[in-house]
Structures are given as C-alpha cells and as structure tokens.
C-alpha cells in the first residue's frame, strides 16, 4: 500500500490498485475514503479497508470526487456494513442517486468521435447502484466537523460539472480525474465535460500550494509538471 504523510502526520493510502485507484486519509483512528474504484477491484478494496480497521481505525465518511461508475461502483457493498456518510458535490449527486455515470466527451477529435458512436452502450456500462448521499456540497467545504480539520473540499470542475479535489495540509491534492497521470510529464484527461474550466480547475489547485497532486489513474503529478502543464493548455486557450 503506496503512501504519503504530510506536515502535520495525517497518511494518505493508495488502496485498490488496478485502472481506478482509491484512496483513505488516516487521522489518528478515524480514516476518509476517497472513490470506491470499479466493480472488478472490490474483493481487494473491501481487503484494503478491512486492513485499515484491523489497525484500529474506524471509517468516517466516503467522499467521491465525481459520479463516474469507475469510481462509484463499490459504494453500496461498502456501505452494507458501514454506517457512514457520502458526500458528494451537488452537481454530480443526481447521478449517484439514480445509478448513471455523468455524460463524458472526449478531449481530442478521435476520442470525441468515439464517445458520439458508443455513448448509449457507455451509459449502460456505466450503472452502478444507486445510492442517497447524504451530504451535497456546493464549492468548498472544511471537514471539520468531522475531525479532520486539515482537510477541504475544493470544487473543480471540467470532468463533470460535479468534480471536487481533497486537499490535504495544502500538500496533497487528491484530484480524481481532473488530472490524470497515465502518461509521464502529461496530466491532461482524456475526457472532460467543458476543458476550459477543467484547466482552470488546475490554477484553482495550483493555489492550495499542494506540491503533490494525486489522480485517479496512474501516478502522482509532481508540482512541476502541472505548473508545466497549466501553463501549455492555457495558452493554447488564449491563441
Ligand atoms: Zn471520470
């Protein structure tokens, strides 16, 4: 299990592996999950979790980054034995409650042509069971009440309209899909709903002054290359 601590000791978890990671934020004995990953991952997740309690913590709540089945596929079979709140933005809680994947569009020509010719098959692909969340946040949001004081709910969206990041210490940034890190000194997804507001959603993430950036798919981003990175696509919005 891949992880990071930051200044003020709080541990961040790599759990399942394969395409969807997820992630839990450790404070003392309480943890946060991060996503849940795809159907195909849960016996290791559920493994994952069990690992974490088995070393004295209890979950708290589970967070989701956006509503796309790779990353709420597991929410119900973890919530059959846990009684913890979800918490989702409210843009994309429509979809978790009837079970749908938000809509996707690709980044680049070929993947957009793609996405039009199996949209429909996509969307049937992408169910997954619905769930009620129980906490629907609007932009930002201190975890506070939930003891961890050192984490915020920060709204960036491009994704979805509904993507949110984790920002821990303002030193790891748990970014979901608004940046992937699939191919080396890249972080540029290959689906975003609007990419304008995606790669603004970069500077908004650049401005915690986090140094490590976390994504869904594949390795962490290094501030560098997403200073790099927001820098290329921002320019490329301006000519
Ligand atoms: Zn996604």
Not at 75 to 84: D, G
Not at 159 to 168: D, R
Request: glycine share 6%.
């Amino acid at each position: 299990m891949k992880k990071w601590i930051t200044k003020s000791g709080l541990e961040i978890l790599r759990l399942a592996g394969g395409m969807s990671k997820v992630f839990a934020i450790k404070k003392e004995n309480r943890f946060l999950l991060i996503d849940t990953g795809r159907k195909s991952s849960r016996r290791a997740l559920l493994h994952g979790i069990n690992r974490i309690e088995d070393s004295g913590c209890s979950l708290a709540a589970l967070i989701l980054t956006h509503a796309h089945y790779d990353h709420t596929a597991n929410i119900a079979a973890i919530l059959a034995n846990h009684k913890v709140p979800v918490i989702i933005n409210q843009r994309d809680a429509v979809y978790l409650e009837s079970g749908r994947s938000a809509s996707i569009r690709g980044t680049v020509p070929v993947i957009r042509f793609l996405v039009k010719r199996l949209e429909k098959g996509f969307q049937l692909l992408a169910q997954y069971q619905p769930v009620k969340s129980n906490l629907q946040v609007d932009d930002e949001l201190t975890l506070e009440t939930l003891g961890f004081e050192e984490v915020d709910l920060l709204y960036t969206p491009g994704h979805t309209m509904g993507s949110q990041s984790i920002i821990v210490d303002h030193e790891v940034a748990l970014v979901g899909d608004t940046m992937f890190g699939i191919v080396p000194r890249s972080i540029f997804p290959p689906f975003a709903q609007d990419v304008d507001l995606l790669v603004n959603s970069w500077s908004c993430l650049l401005k915690t002054g986090c140094s490590v950036f976390l994504p869904s798919h594949g390795s962490s981003n290094a501030r560098e290359v997403v200073e790099k990175e927001y820098r290329k696509y921002q320019i490329r919005r301006v000519l």
